[in-house]
């Protein structure tokens, strides 16, 4: 699946009420914060230095996915235009 598809499936389990508020926002914020954050895991060298910020990014981005329940993901990936959720995902 191309990444504007999942964009879209996060969209949709974000704005789903069934959603875990601890997930929704706490996740979340954690990876905006860590983005924004002055200290890197890698110093700023020109593409390198920002791996670790889009890493870190979407594997909390992930685990909020995860954190969804497993029919918000399913109703999340048909409206995002996925036929079926991706094997390993759920």
Known sequence: MGLFVRLKVFW?????PRMPLWA??????LAL???IWPIDLIPMIPVIG??????VASV???LVTR???AVVRRQSWMRAGAA???AGTG
């Open 12 to 16: 949709w389990i974000y704005r789903d």
């Open 24 to 29: 929704k926002f706490g996740l979340t914020a």
């Open 33 to 35: 914060a860590y983005v």
């Open 50 to 55: 920002w791996l670790d910020d889009l890493t």
């Open 60 to 62: 909390l981005l992930w």
């Open 67 to 69: 954190a969804a329940p």
């Open 84 to 86: 079926v959720e991706p």
